[in-house]
């Protein structure tokens, strides 16, 4: 599993648990974006039919290669690394947001409504509905608003002010 060498990683590093999160799901926003990037242009090209058996990994080994290769290409470019850490962080990266959004896509009826409605308009809108299930299913709180709010122990500013005491 990939977690483990990314935590000790980041331990190395000095980063805390939080910045790691933070890290991951940047770098898993970056692949889903490669991905749906390279997905939309097969099927802008007129290949619904290609992204659907990519997806559903029923697809000519050929095929699947020249779409994977395209898709960490255009990762690699995205993250700005080089060398052995940019080709470590792709290949744990990129088949792990794949493998949710193949999840998502068996779970969602993605390909069945994409081989009865081949449209491309239509299939464009699934993948995007795609990519935002898949994305709910790689960082299920993103989004959530959560802050942390300010203590509720008034200051002595914040207390009330007793009266004065006269003659006494």
């Not at 690699?76 to 999840?103: C, H, S």
């Given at each position: ?88 962080v792709v ?44 994305w709910k ?32």
């Amino acid at each position: 599993m990939f977690l483990p060498p990314l935590f000790n990683a980041a331990r190395a590093t000095g980063m805390a648990a939080w910045q790691t999160g933070r890290l991951f799901q940047q770098l898993a926003k970056k692949a889903l974006d490669s991905i749906q990037d390279i997905l939309r242009a097969e099927v802008q090209k007129g290949n619904v039919q290609l992204v659907a058996d990519f997806l559903a990994d029923k697809a000519l080994p050929a095929a699947k290669a020249l779409l994977l290769e395209r898709m960490a290409a255009r990762l690699l470019v995205r993250l700005g690394l080089r060398g052995v850490l940019a080709t470590n962080v792709v290949g744990w990266i990129l088949p792990f947001v794949l493998e949710r959004l193949i999840k998502v896509g068996v779970s969602t009826g993605f390909f069945e409504k994409v081989r009865t409605h081949a449209t491309v308009t239509d299939t464009l809108r699934r993948l995007d509905e795609l990519k935002r299930a898949a994305w709910k299913t790689i960082v299920p709180d993103a989004g959530s608003g959560a802050e942390v709010l300010p203590d509720d122990t008034p200051t002595p500013a914040q207390l009330p002010r007793r009266p004065a005491r006269v003659g006494g």
